[in-house]
């Protein structure tokens, strides 16, 4: 079946620092992709989707391109705050009815 | 305010007794899912449904019922809860059309205990 890797973390910055959490993903055909972010003690929120390949999705800095050649679809931020600190999710539109998500990657930003 | 409400927020109770985990939208959502989060498991679809009176098991559906007697509730149902059933549980609605399920809205979660 359709799967989602996303990098274990946890991941520790410091402010302003360069951001890549590693997703790639297992499906067949083309589904959407999207990143989500869980701020502690809240839901997921959506934060960027891609719904073809080449298509770049991006929203408060974060951007993700979708990339079907290596069936990826990294999360990158140039320069991290306090505030990022979270967990982010990849996902997968796995059929009509479902999203698979990858396992989780901490982010903590360190002042 | 669009929004996915979930109650209670926290649950403490104790091996066999029956709990309902509400969920209700406010978006006129077809598609609504239950999940649970577990550490080092990510979060794991238990039911699902795309309309009124239409469910369907995800891919963890044991120890769990679901109905959906109205569109924008969506109720979670654990008969005789155990002790592996303690989680975090989210629900999530979504627009559906022939193309499917659009990008999901989440509530808040439900922390569970069941001792």
């Known amino acids: 079946g359709n799967s989602v890797t996303q990098m274990e973390g946890p991941v520790t910055l410091s402010e302003e620092a360069f951001l890549t959490i590693n997703c790639t993903y297992t499906?067949?055909?083309?589904?959407?992709l999207f990143w989500y972010v869980q701020y502690p003690g809240e839901g997921l929120q959506l934060l960027l989707k891609a719904t073809k390949a080449d298509d770049k999705g991006s929203n408060k800095g974060f951007e993700a391109t979708y990339r079907k050649e290596t069936t990826s679809f990294h999360l990158e931020k140039g320069s991290v705050q306090v505030s990022d600190s979270a967990v982010y999710f990849c996902?997968?539109?796995?059929?009509?009815?479902?999203?698979?998500f990858g396992k989780g990657t901490l982010l903590t930003v360190n002042p | 305010e669009a929004q996915v409400t979930q109650n209670p927020r926290y649950l403490i109770t104790v091996t066999g007794k029956k709990l309902t985990v509400t969920c209700s939208q406010n978006m006129n959502h077809e598609y609504m899912s239950w999940y649970r989060q577990d550490p080092g498991l990510g979060l794991r679809q238990i039911y699902y449904s795309m309309n009124v009176e239409v469910t369907d098991k995800g891919d963890v559906p044991e120890g769990y019922k679901v109905s959906r007697k109205e569109k924008r509730n969506f109720p979670l149902i654990l008969e005789s809860p155990s002790p592996n059933q303690t989680s975090l549980y989210f629900c999530?609605?979504?627009?559906?059309?022939?193309?499917?399920?659009?990008?999901?809205?989440f509530g808040p979660g439900t922390r569970l205990t069941v001792t």
């Open positions: 499906a067949t055909g083309y589904p959407s």
């Open positions: 996902a997968l539109k796995d059929s009509n009815y479902k999203l698979t």
């Open positions: 999530a609605s979504s627009l559906y059309s022939g193309t499917g399920i659009y990008e999901q809205y």
